[in-house]
């Protein structure tokens, strides 16, 4: 459980807006390409997503993920766990 907090907190800070540092980055200039925000966003909240209701299922029900669960970055185990699908 320690482990999980621990990550689930380095992934939250390294997501923060703020800065550790005083020296701002500028812009980059007009015209030039870049990845948009949500395309990283989606790059590594996705593969966790999976990761953690993977774990979760394990732990929990001693199954791993169906392939439409792990399709889904993990939304529908969770899904289905609140909806009582699994049963208690």
Known sequence: MKRITTILLIVAFSMSPFT???????PPPPGSSSIHTGTAW????CPG??????MAKNWRRHKELTRQEAWTC??????????GQYGR
């Open 74 to 83: 993990g939304l529908l185990y969770w899904w289905n766990e609140a909806t």
């Open 49 to 54: 997503g999976v990761v953690t209701a993977a």
């Open 42 to 45: 989606w790059i590594m909240v």
């Open 20 to 26: 550790a540092s005083a020296i701002t980055v500028p």
